[in-house]
């Protein structure tokens, strides 16, 4: 049981930075979508495997991993959250990330543009929702039950996510990642609600990486 934990929390943390990598470095300028669509499919395998691990080999419980305070109070904790990220972190992570000067999100973005929307937002919803439950939900959980404190689980979690946007955004725009999962791992380590974090993971992604670009390109 203990190396099944410990297989899950490594794939958890270190597997979503891999499958990163190995899009950018081999796929990412391929402009076919059968190729782009299969660094997708390795992720959504990724997260499978981790579920069955914790389900069927550790018979863990949703409720043991991030889903144990579900109810209509984490569509709230959502909206709020989504609302702080959006009119308040979000500019101002921005304009401190323009001022010291570590780069754009250019680079990432280019890999998006060309993207079918349907395509992109499916991409989204399916990455948004799975690095939730593998960094917050899962991770944080399983390093908490090995460790004795869950702050340090946390730690590690922030780190592994940081890390794990660096191949698409670089490695000054990731800053961004390190301090917006900074406030949702503060969040879950506070609430134990990886619902929310996935609502407001999902709605935040699709409005800056798929509609604002959208209407922004409208004539």
């Known amino acids: ?55 069927c080999g550790e018979h863990l419980a949703w409720s043991e991993v991030g889903f144990g305070r579900v109810s209509w109070a984490s569509v709230g ?21 323009d001022r010291i000067g570590v780069g754009s999100l250019r680079t990432g973005t280019v890999l998006l543009k060309e993207l079918p929307l349907w395509y992109l937002i499916l991409t989204i919803v399916l990455v948004a929702a799975g690095e939730e439950w593998l960094y917050r939900g899962y991770a944080i959980e399983r390093l908490a039950s090995v460790i004795g404190n869950i702050w340090p689980a946390a730690m590690i979690s922030l780190i592994a996510f940081t890390a794990a946007h660096i191949p698409m955004w670089g490695v000054g725009p990731s800053l961004n990642a390190l301090l917006g999962g900074a406030i949702f791992t503060a969040f879950y380590a506070w609430r134990r609600d990886v619902t929310s974090l996935i609502l407001a993971h999902v709605a935040t992604d699709l409005y800056g990486l798929a509609i604002a670009p959208a209407l922004a390109s409208r004539p």
């Open 1 to 55: 049981m203990r190396f099944l934990t410990m297989l899950g929390i490594a794939l958890a943390l270190l597997g979503p930075g891999a499958v990163a990598f190995l899009f950018v470095r081999y796929m990412g300028l391929s402009q076919s979508l059968a190729i782009r669509s299969l660094g997708l499919l390795v992720f959504v395998a990724l997260v499978a495997v981790v579920v069955i691990i914790a389900r």
């Open 77 to 97: 904790w959502a909206v709020a959250l989504i609302c702080f990220l959006g009119f308040a972190f979000g500019p101002l992570a921005s304009a401190l990330l």
